[in-house]
């Protein structure tokens, strides 16, 4: 489980296609502070640890991806070497609670369809998948490359969320372009309420 609160920014080292696809990561965390088999959110996809260590002072840890992951995912269209993803790594007993539960199982990809600066902060607008739409509701959260997020507003498909400085520098929020696909994880209780009102509606 994680929180959706960013505390690294992570660069792709090394991409090789072995059947399923394995990729380096480049990190500041220290590879000694996590094991072999450690789960860390990547851009919002929890992937395991298969192997990690040092070169010339530069931390890494390699993961490995299926194909059902990588189409589920934005990872097909923005990994590459040299990209930047957010990091988190897996909430620990007595950690702080800072963002929301986020699972790091990605329910869909959404589209960002605009980009307005609004003072030192930028709207952003985004296009869900239409069997995700549902799910979102202003003020509620959702976790977008990974991040905990408050929606802002919500017109059918489209939501908009407001991007304080701090989140833009401390993620990779402050590059993001008009058309980037985005993993998007729902929030598990906006799926549970959602549920219950269809079973309520049903009787």
Excluded at 85 to 108: M, S, T, W
Excluded at 166 to 184: F, R
């Amino acid at each position: 489980m994680f929180t959706g609160i960013i505390t690294d920014i992570g660069t792709v080292a090394a991409l090789e296609q072995r059947g399923d696809l394995r990729a380096r990561i480049n990190t500041k965390y220290d590879h000694n502070s996590f094991d072999l088999g450690a789960s860390i959110a990547c851009s919002g996809v929890c992937l395991t640890v298969v192997e990690k260590g040092a070169d010339q002072g530069q931390n890494w840890f390699d993961v490995e991806i299926s194909a059902e992951t990588t189409s589920k995912t934005n990872i097909g269209a923005k990994w590459q070497v040299g990209a930047k993803i957010n990091l988190e790594r897996a909430l620990k007993v007595g950690d702080e609670l800072g963002g929301h539960i986020v699972a790091g199982h990605v329910d869909g990809v959404a589209h960002v369809t605009s980009i307005k600066d609004e003072g030192d902060s930028t709207r952003v607008t985004f296009e869900a998948p239409l069997e995700l739409a549902k799910f979102i509701a202003p003020k509620g959260s959702v976790a977008l490359n990974g991040t905990s997020l408050t929606v802002n507003g919500v017109d059918g498909p489209h939501f908009d969320i407001n991007f304080i400085p701090h989140t833009k520098s401390e993620t990779t929020w402050g590059d993001l372009v008009v058309g980037d696909p985005i993993n998007l994880e729902i929030d598990t209780l906006a799926r549970y309420v959602a549920r219950l009102n269809e079973m309520q509606e049903s009787t």
